[in-house]
């Protein structure tokens, strides 16, 4: 190894970087871009669900039951009526996606003692809507007969209080932008580096740099460290929104945060290396880089929990390092974690980004051959 081949190959490589200008806004423009948009569009709290009521009972009670909906942000009222088909159709035709039916006698039951039904509908075509939803009307009817004085009735039972740690608003905002950090990273990261091998390829400047003295390891990491610097500072600016704009806590020692952000790009641009390598086309690397990313999205947790998927996928994702950069950076952003506590994922993602950079070099050197 020569660090002035290296230091050279560098300076080549960020001079081929910002001299075009379009790859200047992909590089620092797009990523806030995409976080202010992923931010904003990736929100699972449900607000002001469409409502639709039938109330055949109309007594003090049952308004009583009324205003609490109503009253809540949860639930927002757009219909009503006495025929409870009108509330089947308002469902059918996406009018309302939950329906409220009080039945005659609500208040008489009440009164005797006895638990009275009250019917809640929602649409399930969508589940996590539908879910939250039936969640939000069970415990304004529990906080109601619990904490409330219903048709002259006092109520009784147990004073329930409930606290969420770490994110007490339960807002989905601060738990998802800390992860769209790290999609974010990712993409730009196999972007900037699916496309080096390549590019140089189809314009024809690998052949001089094959019979260069550069080395195929040389080569490897003139490519990879220039693109890890502008990682970083990519990084650096949208965790700076994240901060700034979208009011995320960071609890944790930013040190740890830089220190996982150094691995996570090194694992990111030796998967970029490893696609760049196995194309032959611009085109062919962009396609394999989706191939890569997408799988990799979904087998993270960030959309759904690891724990709900079957076992072999469950295994499956301990070789996906968005995986690990996802549960570091909200473990150190909402939960102040430090290295110990977080050592395993930092053990995966060097693991995992030592076997892409192997990989792909000893590739490239087949290549050569």
């Known amino acids: 190894m020569s660090g002035l081949r290296i230091a050279r190959m560098i300076r080549k490589e960020l001079r081929q970087l910002f001299r ?50 109503t009253a809540s942000d949860y639930f927002r009222v757009v219909g009503s009526g006495d025929d409870p088909r009108e509330l089947g159709r308002a469902l059918d035709d996406g009018t309302a996606k939950v ?115 550069l080395t195929a390891g040389e080569l490897m990491l003139g490519k990879t460290l220039p693109v890890a610097g502008v ?45 760049s390598t196995i194309s032959d086309t ?5 396609l394999s880089m989706f191939l890569f990313l997408l799988p990799a999205i979904i087998l993270s947790g960030f959309f759904y929990p690891i724990e709900t998927m079957p076992r072999f996928f469950q295994w499956l994702t301990f070789a996906n390092p968005l995986r690990h950069f996802i549960a570091v950076v909200r473990a150190i952003f909402l939960k102040g974690a430090g290295f110990a506590e977080l050592w395993p994922e930092f053990v995966f993602m060097a693991v995992t980004a030592a076997a892409a950079l192997a990989f792909a070099t000893r590739r490239f050197r087949a290549s050569l051959r």
Request: hydrophobic fraction near 50%.
């Open 20 to 69: 075009d200008p379009r790859t200047k806004r992909v590089i620092f423009v797009s990523p806030v871009l995409q976080l202010v948009l992923f931010g904003y569009a990736v929100n699972t709290d449900v607000r002001r669900v469409a409502t639709w009521v039938v109330d055949h009972d109309r007594t003090a009670a049952s308004r009583l039951l009324l205003d609490a909906f």
């Open 99 to 213: 329906g409220l039916h009080v039945p005659a006698g609500f208040a008489r039951d009440l009164r005797a003692g006895r638990s009275p039904a009250v019917q809640v509908l929602s649409d399930g075509s969508n589940s996590n809507t539908a879910t939250v939803a039936q969640g939000y009307a069970v415990r304004i009817v529990q906080q109601l007969g619990e904490r409330s004085s219903v048709g002259g009735i006092p109520a009784g039972g147990v004073d329930l209080r409930t606290r969420a740690w770490f994110n007490p608003g339960l807002v989905s905002r601060v738990y998802n932008v800390p992860a769209v950090v790290g999609v974010i990273s990712l993409l730009m990261s196999l972007l900037l580096t699916a496309l080096a091998v390549v590019r140089e390829r189809e314009m024809g400047t690998l052949d001089q740099l094959l019979v260069s003295p």
């Open 231 to 275: 990682a970083l500072v990519q990084i650096s600016i949208v965790t700076a929104v994240a901060l700034l704009w979208f009011d995320v806590p960071l609890r944790g020692n930013p040190l740890v945060l830089l220190f996982a952000a150094v691995l996570f790009i090194m694992a990111g641009l030796s998967f970029g290396l490893v696609i």
């Open 282 to 286: 611009q085109q062919e690397a962009f």
